[in-house]
């Protein structure tokens, strides 16, 4: 983990798992996770989701079965829901303030080295 991935990780909510998120993400080929929402806020709370956002690897693709188990593999981990939303898929809306919101607040937790 870089320092400012580091860094990031103790700023959150509540701690990540980041050695089962580092194995998480090698084993689903995701060259970067990173974190958006409520977990980078004040109001995060018990009943707070985790929203993730992922890019994968260079020719990696998921199916929808793939993403449904990858972010239920998420949730077991961390005992709560997650939301597990795709990079390419923020960045090709057309909602562009969410776009804007998402893009401009994801803290990265996980790059491929």
């Keep these: 983990m ?3 991935e580091t860094e990031t990780v103790k700023q959150l909510a509540i701690a990540l798992p980041m050695n089962a998120i580092q194995s998480f993400c090698q ?11 409520s977990i980078l806020r004040d ?3 018990a009943e707070s ?11 990696t693709r998921w199916r929808l079965s793939d993403l449904i188990d990858a972010e239920e593999e998420l949730e077991k981990m961390l005992s ?3 939301d597990l939303v ?4 923020i960045e090709q ?14 803290k990265v937790i996980y790059e491929d080295e």
Aim: hydrophobic fraction near 40%; aromatic fraction near 12%.
């Design 27 to 37: 084993r689903w080929q995701i060259a970067e996770l990173s974190v958006f929402g």
């Design 2 to 4: 870089t320092k400012a």
């Design 93 to 106: 809306s057309h909602n562009w303030l969410r776009k804007q919101n998402i893009l401009s607040s994801a």
């Design 80 to 82: 709560r829901k997650v």
């Design 49 to 59: 989701d985790v929203d993730f956002l992922y890019a994968l690897k260079t020719n």
């Design 86 to 89: 795709g990079k390419t898929t």
């Design 43 to 45: 109001d995060f709370n």
